[in-house]
């Protein structure tokens, strides 16, 4: 079962709550205002010279990708001392949000509860370090829920720099006898 993040309708695949997702976003946000396009009088162009553009071409590089490891940081921001936890089979039922679903648990284990966190977080994107975010809520009696904590998911790519071979005038010039 998936639930939308926005209005708490539920769906029985992802794909259909990834259909209902965006109107139901901008039908809850009806005044958010988009960035508008650049405009051409916004754009400078600037020409240079192909010599100057053949001399940075020799320097040319890319990027290697030398180690990928996921980080993980559990911040908690509240107490279960301090709420009135909804209890179900001798336990409380703690709620999971990330970006991709929602997951309700009844247990009394928070080393779980932090595992099931990392677990449902999944950043996306080709950037060097790309970010995803899970919260971790309890249930009260009154069916208000209660932040508890935060889970943060970095997907971390580390580069070096590979330097193509590229060939200077002495190595061609011969000298004349």
């Known amino acids: 079962m998936y639930i939308c993040p926005t209005c708490n309708r539920t769906f029985k695949t992802a794909d259909d709550v990834a259909k209902h997702s965006l109107g139901c976003w901008r039908e809850h946000n009806p005044n958010h205002k988009s960035k508008p396009a650049p405009r051409s009088e916004d754009i400078v162009t600037r020409e240079i010279s192909d010599e100057l553009a053949n001399f ?88 208000k829920q209660k932040l508890l904590g935060t889970v943060t998911h970095n997907h971390v790519k580390q580069y070096q720099q590979m330097y193509d071979r590229f060939e200077s005038i002495s190595e061609h010039f011969v000298p004349m006898a």
């Open 56 to 143: 940075f071409k020799q320097f040319e590089t890319h990027l290697i990708v030398t180690d990928v490891h996921e980080e993980y940081k559990v911040k908690w921001c509240g107490s279960i001392a301090h709420c009135k936890p909804m209890v179900k089979n001798f336990a409380p039922i703690f709620v999971i949000v990330s970006s991709v679903s929602r997951i309700e648990m009844n247990t009394t284990d928070i080393k779980r509860v932090e595992e099931v966190a990392k677990k449902v977080t999944r950043p996306r994107g080709r950037q060097a370090v790309t970010t995803d975010v899970a919260w971790i809520y309890i249930l009260e009696e009154d069916g």
